[in-house]
């Protein structure tokens, strides 16, 4: 086993331990198979220590769980065997296809292949999209919710010209508020309030922080007055204030803790092919036929074919974005490391200690830092000031300021004037003891693969840089077209089910008016089962 720290320590050391797994593969084509495998493997039964700045003597117990996927062609040097198929098209017995009527898009056995995925991914996916489609589509608001759910915990400006305090001063005020806890850096929800994150502090006599976690406080941020406290996890007492943690939680993590972000990890994963598998099949089907259809929505057609209609329509005219948010939730609770390893592999990037190796590394220290908050604040306005006189652009509001203990830094952030798709926010980083400039955050880092993740996040939780009402309000409604494409793919499914079930107990005959509105499919490109 090799462990290596960029720019600390690299060292070797060899442990035989044991490694269990398995796996399946299916030829889906003639040529063409899928595979998936799983590997376990346990190599703990001791220490490695090495010689980290901040952490001398770091103990490993690696336990490693690997699942690969592969598609595998196979090389077939054998003549082609005569099917059956084959000779009674030579015997006059079957009509050959005519060459306008090939297949425009791979193979039948290929969209065969799609279909069952499309179909299978989509019915085991359903419930958790529509889960995910509609808690999804509130977080966007949650400021404005959460305001309209508890107003007690909003504040009423004093006076027309009253003044914000500062955030030095609402830090300094939270923590004469909760002397056993230190601010660490404030929610930006909403104008009405501000909301500040608290760190337990060191207990004087054990040296160890107070066990328990002090959360969160929400102040009055023109008065400093305290308006509420609640705990980390934002639930409280009360039906109302907790409605909004538990949308949260459901959709974060199913309200299920650790297994349920283990789910949503493989559930993206799945996700994210039946993007790929969902717009394959609404390809035109034969040559002679358009792809226009897909696009459209019968409004005058029956339920089904309605239903039909808006399942392919609403995936292809939105299919960029809903892969955009697939992959980007690949991205947030990536447990198997599946996206850190595509990224890797296909664009420039930097492990993530190298990039944060600059100024949020973990640093040695005793006691607090030099800087308090005041201090601090005074030293991010000019570095802000710098970089906007440097760049031409002009301060708006300040919206935070974090304490990085653990580094020994400060991050100060402020809104600017700057336009889309530059970044809304100017972030900075410098040194807790001396003030050093350390370095700032932005969306563009130069690498390639590192600027499209930061992307992907920013669209995923509507933030920086693309905090603005209409593209909330997009997220919003994104959100509920999921929902809708997940109830409608079922929909559908069962309608097809029903129809080769009434097909197959009696005949053809009786069972041709039942799948009338099912054959409305096949009159253009075959989309999807689900």
Same mark, same amino acid.
């Given at each position: 086993?090799?462990?290596? =720290?960029? /720019?600390?320590?690299?060292f070797?050391?060899? #442990?035989?331990?044991?490694t269990?797994?398995?796996?399946?593969?299916w030829?889906? %084509?003639?040529?063409?198979?899928a595979k998936?495998?799983?590997?376990?493997?346990?190599?703990? @039964?001791?220490?490695? +220590?090495?010689?980290?700045?901040?952490?001398y003597?770091?103990?490993?117990?690696?336990?490693?769980?690997?699942?690969?996927?592969?598609?595998?062609?196979?090389?077939?040097?054998a003549?082609?065997? !005569?099917?059956?198929?084959?000779?009674?098209?030579?015997?006059?017995?079957?009509?050959?296809?005519? #060459?306008?009527s +090939?297949?425009?898009?791979?193979?039948?056995?290929m969209?065969?292949a799609?279909?069952?995925?499309?179909?299978?991914?989509?019915l085991?996916?359903?419930?958790?999209?529509?889960?995910?489609g509609?808690?999804?589509?509130l977080?966007?608001?949650?400021?404005?919710?959460?305001?309209l759910?508890?107003?007690?915990?909003?504040?009423?400006?004093?006076?027309?010209?009253? *003044?914000r305090?500062?955030?030095?001063?609402?830090a300094e +005020?939270? /923590?004469?508020?909760?002397?056993?806890?230190?601010?660490?850096?404030?929610?930006?929800?909403?104008?009405?309030q %501000?909301?500040?994150?608290?760190r337990? #502090?060191?207990?004087?006599?054990t @040296?160890?922080?107070?066990?328990?976690d002090?959360?969160?406080?929400?102040?009055?941020?023109?008065?400093?007055k /305290?308006?509420g406290r609640t705990?980390?996890?934002?639930?409280?007492?009360? =039906?109302?204030?907790?409605?909004?943690?538990? $949308?949260?939680?459901?959709?974060?993590a199913?309200?299920?803790?650790?297994?349920?972000?283990?789910?949503?990890?493989?559930?993206a994963i799945l996700?994210?092919?039946?993007?790929?598998a969902?717009?394959?099949?609404?390809?035109?089907?034969?040559l002679? *036929?358009?792809?226009?259809?897909?696009?459209?929505?019968k409004?005058?057609?029956?339920?089904?074919?309605?239903?039909?209609?808006l399942?392919? %329509?609403?995936?292809?005219?939105?299919w960029?974005m809903?892969?955009v948010?697939?992959?980007?939730?690949?991205?947030?609770?990536d447990?198997?490391?599946?996206?850190?390893?595509?990224?890797?592999?296909?664009?420039?990037?930097?492990?993530?200690?190298?990039?944060?190796?600059?100024?949020?590394?973990?640093?040695?220290g $005793?006691?607090?830092?030099?800087l308090?908050w005041r201090?601090?604040?005074?030293?991010?306005?000019?570095?802000?000031?710098?970089?906007?006189?440097?760049?031409?652009?002009?301060l708006?509001?300040?919206?935070?300021?974090?304490?990085?203990?653990?580094? +020994?830094a400060y991050?100060?952030?402020? /809104?600017t004037?700057r336009?889309?798709?530059?970044?809304?926010?100017?972030?900075?980083?410098?040194?807790g003891?001396?003030?050093?400039?350390?370095?700032?955050m932005?969306t563009?880092?130069?690498?390639?693969?590192?600027?499209l993740?930061?992307?992907?996040?920013?669209?995923?939780?509507?933030?920086?840089?693309?905090?603005?009402?209409?593209?909330?309000?997009?997220?919003? $409604?994104?959100g509920?077209?999921?929902?809708?494409?997940?109830?409608?793919?079922?929909?559908?499914?069962?309608?097809? !089910?029903k129809a080769?079930?009434?097909?197959?107990?009696?005949?053809d005959? #009786?069972?041709?008016?039942?799948v009338?509105?099912? %054959?409305?499919s096949?009159?253009?490109?075959?989309?999807?089962?689900?």
């Amino acid at each position: 086993m090799r462990i290596r =720290f960029q /720019e600390y320590q690299s060292f070797n050391r060899s #442990r035989t331990r044991w490694t269990v797994g398995g796996g399946a593969e299916w030829m889906f %084509a003639p040529s063409w198979s899928a595979k998936l495998e799983y590997l376990y493997a346990d190599i703990s @039964g001791g220490d490695v +220590r090495g010689g980290l700045s901040w952490n001398y003597g770091a103990s490993f117990h690696p336990q490693i769980n690997i699942l690969h996927g592969g598609l595998n062609y196979h090389f077939n040097w054998a003549p082609p065997r !005569r099917s059956s198929r084959n000779i009674e098209q030579q015997n006059g017995r079957r009509e050959p296809r005519s #060459r306008g009527s +090939r297949l425009a898009w791979g193979s039948e056995t290929m969209r065969r292949a799609f279909a069952w995925i499309h179909r299978y991914v989509g019915l085991t996916m359903a419930l958790f999209l529509i889960i995910e489609g509609l808690t999804g589509s509130l977080p966007a608001f949650r400021g404005d919710l959460s305001a309209l759910l508890d107003p007690s915990l909003t504040a009423a400006k004093p006076s027309p010209d009253a *003044k914000r305090l500062d955030l030095a001063m609402l830090a300094e +005020r939270a /923590e004469a508020l909760m002397p056993n806890a230190t601010a660490a850096y404030f929610y930006r929800l909403r104008d009405d309030q %501000a909301i500040v994150r608290m760190r337990a #502090r060191d207990d004087p006599e054990t @040296g160890k922080p107070y066990p328990e976690d002090p959360g969160v406080i929400i102040l009055d941020p023109w008065t400093g007055k /305290e308006l509420g406290r609640t705990p980390y996890s934002g639930y409280t007492q009360g =039906f109302l204030a907790n409605v909004l943690p538990f $949308v949260n939680d459901l959709h974060t993590a199913l309200a299920m803790g650790g297994l349920g972000v283990w789910i949503l990890a493989v559930l993206a994963i799945l996700s994210t092919i039946d993007c790929f598998a969902g717009f394959y099949l609404t390809l035109p089907l034969r040559l002679e *036929k358009f792809w226009k259809p897909a696009w459209l929505v019968k409004w005058r057609g029956g339920f089904y074919r309605v239903n039909f209609d808006l399942h392919r %329509a609403s995936g292809l005219w939105l299919w960029a974005m809903l892969f955009v948010f697939a992959w980007s939730s690949v991205c947030l609770v990536d447990q198997l490391g599946v996206y850190e390893k595509v990224t890797a592999a296909l664009f420039d990037t930097r492990p993530m200690m190298e990039q944060v190796a600059e100024f949020a590394m973990p640093r040695e220290g $005793v006691g607090p830092m030099k800087l308090d908050w005041r201090a601090a604040q005074a030293r991010g306005k000019e570095l802000v000031a710098e970089k906007a006189a440097a760049g031409g652009f002009r301060l708006l509001q300040p919206k935070g300021l974090t304490s990085l203990s653990y580094a +020994r830094a400060y991050n100060y952030s402020v /809104e600017t004037d700057r336009s889309f798709p530059a970044d809304k926010e100017l972030v900075v980083f410098f040194d807790g003891d001396d003030g050093s400039f350390r370095g700032s955050m932005s969306t563009s880092t130069g690498h390639l693969g590192e600027t499209l993740t930061n992307w992907l996040r920013a669209l995923h939780m509507a933030c920086n840089p693309v905090d603005y009402l209409p593209y909330r309000i997009f997220v919003c $409604v994104l959100g509920l077209v999921v929902a809708t494409l997940s109830i409608t793919g079922v929909y559908v499914w069962w309608k097809k !089910r029903k129809a080769r079930l009434f097909h197959a107990r009696h005949g053809d005959s #009786r069972a041709a008016s039942t799948v009338r509105e099912a %054959a409305l499919s096949r009159t253009h490109s075959q989309p999807s089962d689900v």
